[in-house]
């Protein structure tokens, strides 16, 4: 309860209260709200700076579970890129390689992107750095992998390619070793049976019966059809394509037209002994770039690693051949 305060009258003598005017209540009144409020401005300012609120807490935790996220994303990014080099560096030491493609130099496996900064948009935070430096390897890690695929696309191709040339390529005995007399004579310097003569046989001769069937060594078309070539009568040219040409010589007979599409294996004609021949045999030569080269290097389709050791070493026996 106020205390009630009195003053003397001497007017009227006596005791009077004394009556406060209410603008001064006011005035205290005022002066007490904005002491209030700034301090409690000035106490929330200072406790602001060494306690955090409810929310603040709230906030710093996400802060805190984003960068521990980032960190986790940075880990599995190491493990990919990890498993990616693997896979790069198969590609230049081994695919790449084995299909005599360059590899693949480093600094354009690992080229990021030039020009305009591209990872402006994350500048200016606390976090900046990590998210722009995260954002700059992802940018890599996915470029490493389409640089990568277009390889290995490349690779397929050049797979395919060899598959192609791989069955061009004249690579079978064109006689079937079991109606073989015996292989007579093979590519270097042999007698020649008529004029007796060491001169050198460019091919491989295969001595079988007259009507013994003759295969396609490889893949190609048939060129040639005809006994227009001296000395080597009825015969067949095979053209497979990659510098490559097969001849069979002496021919009894043709199975195949010119123009014809053959595939290695198939049957193209038959032993006989046209031409310049002394007994039934079928002449074999193969062309490299118009060069006649030793067929014997040829033979890995069909002959076991056994019967071609034999084959080598009868056809380097200096003998008489059978033109
Ligand atoms: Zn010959």
């Not at 078309?221 to 097969?246: E, L, M």
């Amino acid at each position: 309860m106020a205390k009630v305060k009195y003053y003397y009258d001497s007017e009227t003598l006596s005791y009077r209260k004394i009556k406060r005017k209410k603008t001064t209540t006011l005035k205290y009144a005022g002066a007490f709200l904005t002491a209030a409020a700034l301090f409690g401005f000035i106490s929330y300012f200072i406790s602001s700076q060494y306690f955090e609120s409810p929310k603040e807490r709230q906030l710093s935790r996400e802060l805190q579970n984003m960068q521990l996220q980032y960190e986790l994303i940075n880990k599995r990014m190491d493990d990919a890129i990890a498993a990616l080099e693997n896979v790069e560096e198969r590609d230049n030491a081994i695919y790449r390689l084995y299909f005599e493609a360059n590899p693949i130099p480093e600094e354009q496996r690992r080229a990021g992107f030039g020009g305009i900064n591209r990872y402006k948009k994350y500048e200016g935070f606390d976090n900046s750095q990590l998210i722009a430096e995260s954002n700059k390897r992802l940018d890599i890690l996915e470029k490493a992998i389409v640089v990568q695929s277009k390889s290995l696309d490349e690779i397929a191709k050049l797979a395919e390619d060899k598959e192609k040339f791989l069955e061009a390529i004249p690579a079978i005995q064109p006689v079937n070793n079991l109606n073989l007399t015996r292989m007579a004579s093979g590519y270097g310097y042999r007698t020649d049976p008529f004029t007796k003569v060491r001169k050198f046989h460019f091919g491989m001769d295969f001595t079988a019966p007259r009507g013994t069937p003759i295969y396609a060594s490889g893949d190609g078309v048939v060129k040639r059809a005809d006994n227009a070539s001296t000395g080597y009568g009825n015969h067949i040219r095979i053209d497979h394509g990659y510098g490559y040409i097969s001849l069979y010589a002496h021919l009894y007979k043709y199975n195949v037209k010119v123009n014809q599409r053959v595939k290695r294996g198939d049957l193209i004609g038959f032993v006989g002994s046209t031409g310049r021949s002394e007994a039934p045999h079928l002449h074999y030569e193969i062309f490299k770039d118009g060069e006649r080269i030793n067929p014997i290097n040829f033979y890995y389709g069909n002959l076991s690693a056994e019967e071609y050791d034999k084959l080598l070493k009868k056809a380097s026996l200096e003998n008489q051949s059978l033109d």
